[in-house]
């Protein structure tokens, strides 16, 4: 039988149903075994630049520390990056920090292996990207309070350009189609979902030889509905130089106001 049919789905629907809004034990699985090949750095993965003196992954693992609504955290990295995490914990006091691990060769793999070292306790796993070094705490915790009432929530932003569907992947492609703008939004991270929900859908993806181009994708296949949550876009994922340049403008606004914020209540 298909994941995707209608009996499973109810089954699902079902084990979600006594989803509320208030805090269930939530575990942050954050990937950070790319290989950063668009980074153009062989010296240096993206999650291990330094961004105002701060590796990248250290900003991501800092703002799901702050988070009230997670528990733990769970990091899928680079083997050779491992070693690394422990001097990190001490440095940057990553209480929540408990476990890393090895990531796969894909993506999934990467989740699925952080997922394999989270508590037995979790009932959420926030799945994030390393790279999206941004995000603040604030944003993460709106996303997880959706996420606890409908079972399933990821952070995104309204697109404001008009996004065009091509007829083929070449580079010389035509349009294929035009989606309406105000439907139309860019996923984020972190991506959350009931623990059994992820399960359900990412085991069936491995059985099936699925590959999805994100977690909500994998729950998107087993008909189960992912709310869209509007969060800052600042929340930028750090794929090319260019990337770190705006990091670094948004780092820089952000401490001016901060700053600014301090003066105003001495």
Same mark, same amino acid.
């Given at each position: 039988m298909a994941?995707?049919?209608?009996k499973t789905t109810d089954k699902i629907l079902r084990a979600s149903s006594a989803v509320s809004g208030k805090h269930k034990f939530t575990s942050a699985l954050i990937v950070a075994a790319g290989s950063s090949s668009r980074m153009n750095n062989p010296n240096c993965t993206k999650q291990m630049t330094l961004l105002d003196? =701060?590796?990248?992954?250290?900003?991501?693992?800092?703002?799901?520390e702050a988070s009230d609504s997670i528990d733990e955290i769970v990091v899928a990295a680079k083997p050779d990056e491992m070693p690394l995490y422990s001097i990190f914990k001490r440095k940057y006091s990553l209480g929540k920090l408990t476990a890393v691990v090895a990531g796969g060769s894909t993506r999934q793999e990467s989740v699925l292996a952080a997922l394999e070292a989270s508590s037995p306790k979790a009932k959420f796993f926030a799945i994030a990207d390393a790279a999206r070094c941004l995000i603040e705490a604030n944003d993460i915790d709106k996303v997880c309070r959706v996420a606890y009432k409908t079972g399933a929530a990821t952070a995104a932003t309204r697109a404001v350009d008009t996004?065009? =569907?091509?007829d083929s992947p070449s580079v010389l492609s035509n349009i294929s189609s035009t989606p309406e703008r105000s439907c139309t939004w860019l996923a984020q991270t972190p991506?959350?979902?009931g623990a059994n929900i992820y399960r359900a859908a990412a085991y069936s993806a491995k059985d099936e030889s699925f590959t999805g181009t994100d977690d909500n994708s994998l729950v998107e296949r087993i008909k189960y509905p992912v709310c869209l949550v509007e969060c800052d876009r600042c929340n930028i994922k750090i794929t090319t130089p260019d990337d770190l340049l705006y990091a670094r403008l948004i780092i820089a606004k952000r401490k001016k106001a901060a700053k600014k914020e301090g003066q105003k209540t001495k």
């Open positions: 994941f995707g049919s209608n003196g =701060i590796p990248v992954v250290v900003r991501t693992l800092l703002a799901y996004v065009k =569907i091509s991506q959350v979902f």
